[in-house]
């Protein structure tokens, strides 16, 4: 079908240019309950993603270029899609700019062998060891779990010459860890996305969600609090690298789209901090090259080689992520896709930085700053106030700060993790933000 599609594209004299994407999945999916496996399923499936550039005029006869896309399923019509996207096309106006040409493309690790030769066997792996780790905690039990995995190849054709393809495999897992203590029921639970399996770290995360759901059981209301407050591990990640959807704060404010839209206050060359920087020195990569990096690959949707791009560095931006389009309409380097988050280990042990009286947080009910200021009033599921003697489970309130100026007075560690979307400092101390409790 692939061809077909690029046949009829060719023949179209009302296309500008184009691209397709034919992506095909196979996948595994595993199901647990108390008692054991509930069901086990295959699962795949193939689509191709077309985009056309079409020449179009604005009111007052300016060249522009309307773009479009639509996905096919094997046996659609192709005729009848292309008609669909060349229309759409037709009434869009951007400035002018065209599809990516041919290009050497990095070798960036994205399938775990592991996967490839046996994916639903290694589902059950995965599910054994979560099982056979929680019997370390009797008080504690797995209620549900879900663990699906893929592998899928991807091949890009477009009208410029550009004939690549990739394979990658991913792996997703939920689990529910419960807790009773004859009073009161309570639950951790973690959701944790990765290409391989071996990143999924099956023996820490059961430890870590056990240990939280006996510790919400003796969890008070969260304080009211100004000082040091302390992330690690997944919650950093989130806050570095934002929400699996949308991204965050960083990806917003550092993107070719936004500089476009002035939307950003950041220029290049120049610190992206509003006041004096009293934390250690940041440097920030944004990385499609890290190896089994959860938004890594060998090109992006347009066709743009993956880059290691320094964009923050000693306190500066050094570069706007921009894709083909923003990249033309900016005279900038186009870089593509803005990938993982990767920071530069810091100075001090993790022990050092959780010494002082500080909050940590341990877990959000959703991380959500405005992405355009970096304001966050967001709810705490789960933390821990430590006093300088004891570590007190508390859950409720909300952390408030800005996003950017919690940065700018930030420590780090020098111990790193990878984390999916994060690869950097293991944990960082903020030396002054808020907690509103109860």
């Avoid at 934002?242 to 120049?270: I, N, P």
């Avoid at 920087?277 to 990096?293: E, K, M, S």
Wanted: charged share 20%; with cysteine.
């Amino acid at each position: 079908m692939l061809e077909d599609i690029i046949k009829a594209l060719r023949a179209r004299k009302d296309i500008k240019d184009w691209a397709v994407r034919h992506v095909s999945t196979q996948g595994a999916q595993l199901y647990s309950v108390p008692t054991g496996i509930e069901a086990q399923r295959s699962a795949g499936g193939e689509r191709y993603v077309v985009e056309v550039l079409r020449d179009t005029l604005l009111p007052d006869g300016t060249p522009s270029v309307g773009n479009g896309t639509i996905t096919l399923l094997p046996g659609n019509d192709i005729g009848a899609a292309l008609d669909t996207v060349t229309l759409t096309a037709g009434l869009v106006h951007n400035p002018p700019y065209t599809l990516p040409g041919p290009a050497t493309f990095p070798d960036v690790p994205l399938a775990d062998a592991e996967l490839q030769a046996d994916l639903p066997g290694c589902l059950e792996g995965i599910y054994k060891r979560l099982t056979a780790c929680a019997e370390s905690y009797p008080d504690v039990r797995i209620t549900a779990s879900e663990c699906f995995g893929d592998e899928e190849t991807e091949h890009l054709v477009n009208s410029h010459g550009f004939d690549a393809d990739q394979v990658s495999t991913r792996l997703h897992l939920e689990a529910v860890f419960l807790a009773n203590d004859g009073k009161q029921e309570v639950e951790s639970f973690v959701e944790l996305n990765r290409r391989r399996a071996a990143d999924l770290q099956v023996e820490r995360v059961v430890s870590f969600n056990a240990q939280a759901a006996l510790d919400l059981l003796k969890a008070g209301p969260a304080p009211t609090f100004e000082g040091a407050v302390v992330l690690r591990d997944e919650a950093l990640a989130t806050y570095m690298s934002g929400d699996t959807l949308t991204g965050g704060v960083l990806q917003r404010m550092a993107s070719g789209a936004a500089k476009f839209g002035q939307q950003t206050t950041w220029e290049t060359g120049k610190s992206i901090f509003r006041s004096e920087v009293t934390g250690d020195p940041l440097n920030i990569w944004a990385n499609r090259q890290l190896p089994y990096g959860n938004h890594s690959n060998r090109f992006d949707e347009d066709g743009l080689p993956a880059q290691r791009l320094p964009l923050v560095q000693d306190n500066k931006l050094a570069a706007f992520s921009a894709g083909q389009a923003y990249a033309t309409y900016l005279n900038i380097p186009a870089t593509g896709r803005f990938g993982n988050v990767e920071v530069a280990a810091g100075y001090t042990s993790a022990v050092d930085l959780l010494d002082i009286p500080h909050v940590e947080v341990v877990r959000f009910s959703w991380f959500n700053p405005d992405i355009m200021t970096g304001e966050f009033a967001t709810e705490i599921r789960f933390g821990y106030i430590f006093d300088g003697k004891r570590r007190i489970p508390f859950k409720g309130g909300l952390l408030v700060g800005n996003w950017i100026d919690a940065l700018g007075a930030a420590r780090w560690s020098a111990e790193t993790g990878f984390y999916g979307t994060y690869q950097g400092p293991t944990t960082v101390q903020f030396a002054n933000l808020k907690v509103a409790g109860e």
